[in-house]
């Protein structure tokens, strides 16, 4: 057995990795300043459009009658704004979820997932070692009152490994009917 004593070079990470992180980095502070840009902007003005409103009040000129008009038609645009800011922020709430109900030996390694006013669909694939933790995690997600409907489907074991022994890698995927009252915020 040979033993080589000259330390070898360290792999220096490709040029293209370099690039999509440091673009991915950018995305990301642009969306998170961008959120907050768009917050602060909608406060603002809603401030205004009170102020706005009172001084309407004060005086009822065809000229101050033109201008609550069209800030009766701002201020529809920002509600319509606001409510998409609100729902962004509950749908976050189903990531929480499912963390909490998750098995401990069972890995999730895909999601997908669509919603509507009657509830969001959501088909998660994932791991385990064993068929006895497939069914607990089915269990789990049966006894959850938040989870309408549970399909289980795609059971496959993972192609290398023998099916003789007590732990086998098992492939799955699970369709989850959830309630709308999982876009609810948490307090």
Known sequence: MAVEIIPKPAEKTPFLANILLF????????????????????KETNQTIQRLKEDAVKEK????????????????????????LDAHEAGSNIFDYLESISHPKVWFSGFSFSSNEKGATVVIGGQTDSFKSLGQQLLIFKEEKLIRDVTLSGVSFVRGKEIATQEVPIRFTFSLLLSPEIFIPLP
């Open 23 to 42: 673009v991915s980095i950018v995305l990301l502070l642009a969306t998170v300043l961008s959120y907050f840009f768009l917050s602060t902007s909608v």
């Open 61 to 84: 000129t065809p000229q101050n009658l033109a201008l609550i008009e069209e800030m009766l038609g701002q201020q529809k645009k920002i509600e319509d704004f606001s409510f998409l």
